[in-house]
Protein backbone atom coordinates (compact mmCIF):
# COMPACT_ATOMS: atom_id res chain seq x y z
CA UNK A 1 0.00 0.00 0.00
CA UNK A 2 0.91 3.43 0.03
CA UNK A 3 2.53 4.01 -3.76
CA UNK A 4 2.74 7.28 -5.17
CA UNK A 5 3.53 7.62 -8.65
CA UNK A 6 4.56 10.20 -10.92
CA UNK A 7 4.53 11.16 -14.71
CA UNK A 8 6.52 11.47 -16.27
CA UNK A 9 9.95 9.77 -14.97
CA UNK A 10 12.16 12.26 -16.99
CA UNK A 11 11.49 15.13 -20.07
CA UNK A 12 13.70 17.43 -21.88
CA UNK A 13 12.44 20.16 -22.82
CA UNK A 14 13.05 23.25 -24.66
CA UNK A 15 14.27 26.88 -22.75
CA UNK A 16 10.71 28.99 -22.93
CA UNK A 17 8.10 26.09 -22.44
CA UNK A 18 6.10 25.03 -19.92
CA UNK A 19 6.44 21.38 -18.48
CA UNK A 20 3.77 19.68 -16.56
CA UNK A 21 4.43 16.82 -13.85
CA UNK A 22 1.21 14.51 -12.24
CA UNK A 23 1.63 13.19 -9.13
CA UNK A 24 -1.04 10.43 -8.04
CA UNK A 25 -1.42 7.88 -4.59
CA UNK A 26 -2.44 5.31 -6.37
CA UNK A 27 -4.51 3.26 -3.67
CA UNK A 28 -4.80 5.74 -0.91
CA UNK A 29 -6.52 9.53 -0.99
CA UNK A 30 -4.03 11.66 0.15
CA UNK A 31 -5.50 15.33 1.64
CA UNK A 32 -1.80 16.68 1.57
CA UNK A 33 0.74 16.49 -1.08
CA UNK A 34 4.22 18.40 -1.15
CA UNK A 35 6.64 19.38 -3.83
CA UNK A 36 10.01 18.50 -3.35
CA UNK A 37 13.35 19.79 -5.51
CA UNK A 38 16.88 17.73 -5.32
CA UNK A 39 19.55 18.73 -6.71
CA UNK A 40 22.48 16.66 -7.25
CA UNK A 41 23.85 14.80 -4.27
CA UNK A 42 21.50 17.71 -1.93
CA UNK A 43 18.66 16.89 0.43
CA UNK A 44 15.18 17.30 -0.59
CA UNK A 45 13.91 21.21 -0.56
CA UNK A 46 10.16 22.06 -0.11
CA UNK A 47 8.68 23.64 -2.61
CA UNK A 48 5.19 23.94 -1.42
CA UNK A 49 2.36 22.25 0.26
CA UNK A 50 -0.89 21.03 -1.92
CA UNK A 51 -3.88 20.69 -0.19
CA UNK A 52 -6.86 19.28 -1.82
CA UNK A 53 -9.43 22.01 -3.37
CA UNK A 54 -7.47 25.07 -1.93
CA UNK A 55 -4.33 27.13 -2.77
CA UNK A 56 -0.91 25.56 -2.30
CA UNK A 57 1.27 27.30 0.28
CA UNK A 58 4.83 27.98 -1.39
CA UNK A 59 8.38 28.22 1.12
CA UNK A 60 9.80 31.47 1.34
CA UNK A 61 12.03 31.87 -2.23
CA UNK A 62 9.93 29.78 -4.51
CA UNK A 63 7.96 31.69 -7.37
CA UNK A 64 3.90 30.88 -7.37
CA UNK A 65 3.90 32.10 -10.55
CA UNK A 66 6.82 30.06 -12.22
CA UNK A 67 5.76 26.84 -10.06
CA UNK A 68 2.00 26.39 -10.03
CA UNK A 69 0.37 23.67 -8.43
CA UNK A 70 -3.04 22.01 -8.33
CA UNK A 71 -4.28 19.81 -6.35
CA UNK A 72 -7.99 18.95 -8.46
CA UNK A 73 -8.47 15.47 -6.15
CA UNK A 74 -7.61 13.71 -3.51
CA UNK A 75 -5.53 11.55 -5.58
CA UNK A 76 -3.61 13.77 -8.04
CA UNK A 77 -1.70 17.13 -7.44
CA UNK A 78 0.38 18.63 -10.57
CA UNK A 79 3.22 20.64 -10.86
CA UNK A 80 3.43 22.93 -13.97
CA UNK A 81 6.95 24.77 -14.54
CA UNK A 82 6.05 27.52 -16.63
CA UNK A 83 8.50 29.32 -19.31
CA UNK A 84 11.31 26.81 -18.05
CA UNK A 85 15.07 27.99 -18.21
CA UNK A 86 18.00 26.17 -17.35
CA UNK A 87 18.49 26.98 -13.91
CA UNK A 88 15.16 24.95 -13.29
CA UNK A 89 16.50 21.93 -14.30
CA UNK A 90 16.20 19.28 -11.59
CA UNK A 91 14.83 16.29 -9.83
CA UNK A 92 11.34 17.03 -8.95
CA UNK A 93 9.75 14.50 -6.07
CA UNK A 94 6.22 14.81 -4.69
CA UNK A 95 5.01 13.06 -1.96
CA UNK A 96 1.72 12.38 -0.30
CA UNK A 97 0.91 12.46 3.31
CA UNK A 98 -1.22 9.31 4.73
CA UNK A 99 -1.46 10.65 8.64
CA UNK A 100 -2.93 13.89 7.98
CA UNK A 101 0.20 15.00 10.67
CA UNK A 102 3.03 15.16 7.85
CA UNK A 103 4.92 12.61 9.61
CA UNK A 104 3.92 9.28 7.54
CA UNK A 105 4.61 10.99 4.13
CA UNK A 106 4.93 8.77 1.13
CA UNK A 107 7.18 9.66 -2.13
CA UNK A 108 6.54 9.48 -5.68
CA UNK A 109 9.88 8.32 -8.05
CA UNK A 110 10.43 11.91 -9.00
CA UNK A 111 10.60 13.43 -12.36
CA UNK A 112 14.30 14.28 -13.46
CA UNK A 113 13.58 17.79 -15.39
CA UNK A 114 16.07 19.02 -17.70
CA UNK A 115 15.61 22.29 -19.58
CA UNK A 116 17.92 23.20 -22.86
CA UNK B 1 22.61 26.76 12.31
CA UNK B 2 21.12 23.84 10.42
CA UNK B 3 17.80 22.71 12.34
CA UNK B 4 18.82 19.25 11.62
CA UNK B 5 22.59 18.51 10.65
CA UNK B 6 23.63 15.01 9.62
CA UNK B 7 27.13 13.93 8.21
CA UNK B 8 26.57 13.51 4.41
CA UNK B 9 29.89 11.14 4.65
CA UNK B 10 30.20 8.97 1.99
CA UNK B 11 30.47 6.37 4.79
CA UNK B 12 31.75 2.52 3.48
CA UNK B 13 31.53 -0.74 5.88
CA UNK B 14 32.05 -3.90 4.64
CA UNK B 15 29.15 -6.68 3.92
CA UNK B 16 27.70 -7.78 7.49
CA UNK B 17 28.69 -4.54 9.33
CA UNK B 18 26.49 -3.18 11.90
CA UNK B 19 25.91 0.49 10.52
CA UNK B 20 25.20 3.21 12.51
CA UNK B 21 23.67 6.48 11.24
CA UNK B 22 22.98 9.98 12.88
CA UNK B 23 21.58 12.91 12.83
CA UNK B 24 21.31 15.72 15.30
CA UNK B 25 18.69 18.70 15.44
CA UNK B 26 18.27 21.86 17.30
CA UNK B 27 14.42 22.43 17.53
CA UNK B 28 13.17 20.39 21.03
CA UNK B 29 9.49 20.79 20.05
CA UNK B 30 9.95 18.41 17.09
CA UNK B 31 8.25 14.82 17.70
CA UNK B 32 8.12 12.40 14.92
CA UNK B 33 11.61 11.27 13.48
CA UNK B 34 11.85 9.75 10.03
CA UNK B 35 14.31 7.55 8.53
CA UNK B 36 14.17 7.39 4.37
CA UNK B 37 16.33 5.46 2.13
CA UNK B 38 17.01 6.70 -1.64
CA UNK B 39 18.14 4.89 -3.96
CA UNK B 40 19.88 6.81 -6.94
CA UNK B 41 17.50 8.77 -9.15
CA UNK B 42 14.78 7.49 -7.14
CA UNK B 43 12.27 9.05 -4.67
CA UNK B 44 12.71 8.37 -0.71
CA UNK B 45 11.59 5.05 0.53
CA UNK B 46 9.60 5.60 4.06
CA UNK B 47 11.76 2.83 6.60
CA UNK B 48 10.41 3.79 9.83
CA UNK B 49 9.21 6.69 11.95
CA UNK B 50 9.14 6.96 15.84
CA UNK B 51 6.85 9.17 18.13
CA UNK B 52 8.77 11.17 20.92
CA UNK B 53 11.57 8.94 22.73
CA UNK B 54 12.59 5.68 22.82
CA UNK B 55 13.20 2.57 20.24
CA UNK B 56 11.62 0.92 17.34
CA UNK B 57 12.76 -2.43 15.62
CA UNK B 58 11.75 -3.41 12.43
CA UNK B 59 13.71 -6.63 10.71
CA UNK B 60 17.47 -5.50 10.71
CA UNK B 61 16.75 -1.95 11.39
CA UNK B 62 16.66 -0.02 14.74
CA UNK B 63 15.77 3.29 15.13
CA UNK B 64 16.36 4.97 18.20
CA UNK B 65 15.53 8.48 19.81
CA UNK B 66 17.03 10.27 22.54
CA UNK B 67 15.34 13.93 22.98
CA UNK B 68 17.23 14.39 25.81
CA UNK B 69 20.11 14.83 23.57
CA UNK B 70 18.36 15.69 20.38
CA UNK B 71 20.00 13.11 19.05
CA UNK B 72 18.60 10.13 16.42
CA UNK B 73 20.41 7.00 15.20
CA UNK B 74 19.49 4.47 12.90
CA UNK B 75 21.44 0.90 13.13
CA UNK B 76 21.46 -1.28 10.16
CA UNK B 77 22.62 -5.24 11.27
CA UNK B 78 23.73 -7.69 8.85
CA UNK B 79 24.11 -4.81 6.14
CA UNK B 80 23.53 -6.16 2.70
CA UNK B 81 25.30 -4.76 -0.34
CA UNK B 82 21.56 -3.77 -1.16
CA UNK B 83 21.43 -1.53 1.54
CA UNK B 84 23.69 0.88 -0.25
CA UNK B 85 22.01 4.60 -0.69
CA UNK B 86 21.93 7.57 0.67
CA UNK B 87 19.84 7.52 4.35
CA UNK B 88 18.03 10.93 4.89
CA UNK B 89 16.47 11.72 8.55
CA UNK B 90 13.58 13.96 8.66
CA UNK B 91 11.40 15.40 11.72
CA UNK B 92 8.54 17.78 12.19
CA UNK B 93 6.57 18.85 15.03
CA UNK B 94 3.20 17.37 13.48
CA UNK B 95 0.76 18.64 10.70
CA UNK B 96 3.93 20.42 9.83
CA UNK B 97 6.39 20.28 7.08
CA UNK B 98 9.20 17.92 7.40
CA UNK B 99 12.97 18.91 8.26
CA UNK B 100 15.01 16.72 5.98
CA UNK B 101 18.88 16.20 7.24
CA UNK B 102 21.43 16.39 4.25
CA UNK B 103 21.71 12.58 4.04
CA UNK B 104 24.60 10.49 4.40
CA UNK B 105 25.47 8.54 1.18
CA UNK B 106 26.32 4.47 2.46
CA UNK B 107 28.13 1.92 0.48
CA UNK B 108 28.47 -1.67 1.60
CA UNK B 109 31.16 -3.69 -0.10
CA UNK B 110 30.44 -7.19 -0.88
Known amino acids: GAVVSQHPSWVICKSGTSVKIECRSLDFQATTMFWYRQFPKQSLMLMAT?????????EQGVEKDKFLINHASLTLSTLTVTSAHPEDSSFYICSADTSGESYEQYFGPGTRLTVT | QKEVEQDPGPLSVPEGAIVSLNCTYS??????FMWYRQYSRKGPELLMY????GNKEDGRFTAQVDKSSKYISLFIRDSQPSDSATYLC??????????FGQGTRLTINP
Open chain 2, 27 to 32: NSAFQY
Open chain 2, 50 to 53: TYSS
Open chain 1, 50 to 58: SNEGSKATY
Open chain 2, 90 to 99: AMNRGAQKLV
